[in-house]
């Protein structure tokens, strides 16, 4: 069984590797934290504010839902990814468009809509 210390530091590697693959190293790394969905019915969330601090500098936080963490690692991979998305935006202003259906559509580094 993989301790939950385990999977944060492995979607640590897995940011910093998407990070400068898909971002070209641009986006700090948040923290990343496991929790409870908490009723929401998601996969994880990104903070819109930067809610955690550290030595005076300001972090906004990544969170993949406990509940959902025993799926295929190309489905955490996934969610991840789903939430530097929303990163990214938030950290460029940039904003995610929601359609009627509800579905939140994000813009990407070179494909805005």
């Not at 999977?7 to 700090?28: A, P, Q, S, W």
């Not at 489905?75 to 460029?92: F, G, R, V």
């Not at 009627?100 to 494909?111: A, Q, R, W």
Request: glycine fraction near 6%; hydrophobic fraction near 40%.
């Amino acid at each position: 069984m993989l301790q939950i210390s385990e999977i944060v530091r492995k979607t640590e590697e897995m940011f910093d590797l998407f990070n400068e693959h898909f971002y070209e190293g641009e986006m700090n790394r948040p923290a990343i934290t496991v929790s409870p969905d908490g009723g929401r019915g998601a996969y994880g969330w990104c903070s819109i504010n930067e809610i955690w601090n550290a030595s005076g500098e300001k972090y906004r936080e990544i969170n993949l839902c406990a509940e959902y963490l025993d799926r295929p690692i190309f489905e955490l991979a996934a969610t991840l990814l789903h939430e530097m998305a929303h990163l990214y935006n938030l950290m460029y202003s940039i904003q995610n468009v929601t359609t009627k259906s509800n579905i939140s559509v994000i813009n990407l580094p070179g494909h805005h809509l």
